[in-house]
């Protein structure tokens, strides 16, 4: 099993940046991909970005497109979540998300099968 440990998110005006950040445990970091899910109150917990285990390929939903960056190091074990241009609208409690099964990542919550403890990103207006 792997261990997930979020650190980053809080408060920000719209347009401003926040970064956060994910550390993994218990199992060779370089075989997982790794997802960001969001999940806003009273809404299903979405799909955000993804990166395959060894970096090259990476994946967005459209509304984060040309805002968010995803990236990872094999070495710190840890991944990425770089946003910017914030919108009111990103409003929500981010996870970070590992599977060991598909290496390319998903767009899937139900393919990820280990979960980190979630971090609240609030964004004014």
């Known amino acids: 099993q792997v261990q997930l440990v979020q650190s980053g998110g809080g408060l920000v005006q719209a347009g401003g940046s926040l970064r956060l950040s994910c550390a993994a445990s218990?199992?060779?970091?370089?075989?997982?991909?790794m997802g960001w899910f969001r999940q806003a109150p009273g809404k299903e917990r979405e799909f955000v970005a993804a990166?395959?285990?060894?970096?090259?390929?990476?994946y967005y939903t459209d509304s984060v497109k040309g805002r968010f960056a995803i990236s990872r190091d094999n070495v710190k074990n840890t991944v990425y979540l770089q946003m910017d241009s914030l919108k009111p609208d990103d409003t929500a409690v981010y996870y970070c998300a590992a599977t060991s099964v598909l290496h390319s990542g998903s767009a899937s919550a139900a393919d990820y099968d280990s979960w980190g403890q979630g971090t609240q990103v609030t964004v004014s207006s």
């Open positions: 990166i395959s285990w060894g970096g090259s390929r990476t």
């Open positions: 218990g199992r060779t970091f370089s075989s997982l991909a």
